[in-house]
């Protein structure tokens, strides 16, 4: 009897003996291990993350040199003499640049998209998961814990808005800085059509929307590296080397028809917006293969990330 009721004492609880009703207490989830209150969801915010990203030196200066890249180029077809354009007998972009400010807005993008956007997208895209890595960081976010997901979507949105913000710069400096210098004028274009305010700025949008999409591949790219490596600058380096390369083999005419699934391929089909009526095949099926390729890139950085085993 003694030994019983010892028994039947040892298995009842603490707050049944203090006389509290046990429905009445919160209960820890024990299924998922989290601390009662821990909610995933306000885990990096995505402000927090980007005043972060902003503070940081390579974010301020590539929007300083965004910034400043219009008016350089502003001030070197000021010192380029009109001759040699005159003499030229095809007639491009960076010949009626200085027609007005959309048209400088114009060349800047057709100046700089093949390469030099190509670096801005690959770094923000890049530096995100391997910077962590290589200060050391990382593993001591996830222990906070950020579900590492939510930490990897949380990078993407970041680097796409820095990315994104960087050539609005680009473009809106161009835009206000070239109609000081040139006046806000029609359009002309190389072949010598002229477009209206209205329609000038739409399809100035629309190149500007058709540009993010097809940068989102080497950026997606970079990203993908970036779970990969711990060295930011590999990352970097090697999704601009990859593209370099791809643009490359793109002039390979012996290729054939396998450049045109190339991730580079339709990499200037934006200028297309520019005609009238517009030719709309090239853009339609370079806006649906970067998402295709950005798509991929990004769910290799996921499906890596997610089983990784995060050191440093």
């Known amino acids: 009897m003694n030994n019983g009721s010892s028994r039947a004492e040892l298995t009842t609880t603490a707050p049944e003996r203090a006389g509290v009703a046990t429905s009445a207490l919160p209960v820890a989830p024990q299924a998922s291990g989290a601390a009662a209150g821990f909610r995933p969801e306000r885990t990096l915010r995505l402000g927090v993350e980007l005043r972060r990203q902003f503070k940081r030196r ?138 209206d305010q209205g329609t000038g700025l739409v399809r100035l949008a ?32 090697g999704a601009v080397f990859t593209t370099v390369v791809f643009a490359v083999l793109e002039a390979v005419e012996q290729l054939g028809g396998i450049r045109d699934w190339f991730p580079t391929a339709f990499g200037f089909a934006w200028t297309d917006l520019l005609q009238t009526p517009v030719d709309s095949g090239d853009l339609f099926r370079g806006v649906v293969q970067g998402l295709a390729w950005s798509a991929l890139f990004t769910a290799l950085a996921f499906r890596h990330f997610a089983r990784k085993d995060v050191t440093s």
Do not use: C
Not at 87 to 103: C, H, K, P, Q
Not at 146 to 169: D, E, F, H, N
């Open 58 to 195: 390579r974010t301020l200066g590539v929007f300083a040199l965004m910034a400043a890249l219009p008016l350089i180029l502003i001030g070197a077809l000021a010192l380029g003499g009109a001759e040699e354009a005159e003499e030229n007998a095809r007639v491009n972009l960076v010949d009626v640049a200085t027609a007005s400010g959309l048209n400088l807005t114009l060349f800047t993008l057709f100046a700089t998209s093949g390469f030099f956007l190509v670096v801005v997208f690959a770094l923000f895209f890049g530096d995100t998961v391997a910077s962590e890595a290589s200060w050391g960081s990382l593993r001591y976010a996830l222990a906070t814990p950020v579900p590492r997901a939510r930490l990897l979507r949380q990078k993407w949105l970041a680097a796409l808005v820095m990315s994104v913000g960087a050539m609005l710069t680009l473009v809106l400096v161009a835009l206000v800085a070239g109609g000081i210098a040139y006046g806000f004028d029609a359009v002309q274009t190389p072949v010598g059509v002229a477009l």
């Open 206 to 237: 629309g190149m500007v929307g058709y540009l993010v999409v097809h940068l989102l591949i080497v950026g997606t790219l970079a990203f993908w590296i970036s779970t990969l490596t711990d060295a930011p600058l590999a990352a970097v380096g």
